[in-house]
């Protein structure tokens, strides 16, 4: 089995809902996004998936999050948007085109973050 995994980052706002605490607040992040995908059979180059395409579709969908306050997204609109419910809408977002994305990883700070991956 092969992966192969990109790392981006975007800076934004949010604020959690039914919490109780300082996360309530509006505050911001600069999130540390990894995308991992994986796969049994490379390419006849050798590759799994390029890096620069996979790059590409990822920050298109981080581009979305930038400089935003997710909870004013649609998507978002009525959701707790956690470190573990984007994360979900990345992996999402990113399977639209790659149906062998494996997990993704959001960071809030360099040493805290959720992961989304579903069971195959």
Same mark, same amino acid.
């Given at each position: 089995m092969f992966e192969v995994k990109v790392e981006t980052s975007f800076s934004s706002a949010h604020h959690l809902l039914n919490y109780k605490g300082k996360c309530e607040n509006m505050h911001g992040h600069n999130w540390k996004v990894e995308v991992v995908l994986k796969g049994e059979s490379l390419d006849d180059s050798n590759i *799994?998936? &390029? !890096? %620069?395409? *996979? %790059?590409k579709n990822v920050n298109e969908v981080v581009d #979305? *999050? &930038?400089? %935003? &306050?997710?909870? +004013?997204?649609? +998507? !978002? %609109?009525?959701? /707790?948007? /956690? /470190?573990e419910i984007?994360?979900? #809408?990345i992996y999402n977002e990113v399977k639209k085109k790659f149906n062998n994305v494996y997990k993704v990883s959001v960071y809030e700070t360099l040493t805290s973050c959720a992961t989304y991956y579903e069971e195959q």
């Open positions: *799994l998936v &390029d !890096f %620069k395409v *996979l %790059k #979305y *999050l &930038d400089h %935003k &306050d997710i909870n +004013e997204l649609p +998507e !978002f %609109k009525g959701v /707790s948007p /956690s /470190s984007i994360a979900k #809408y």
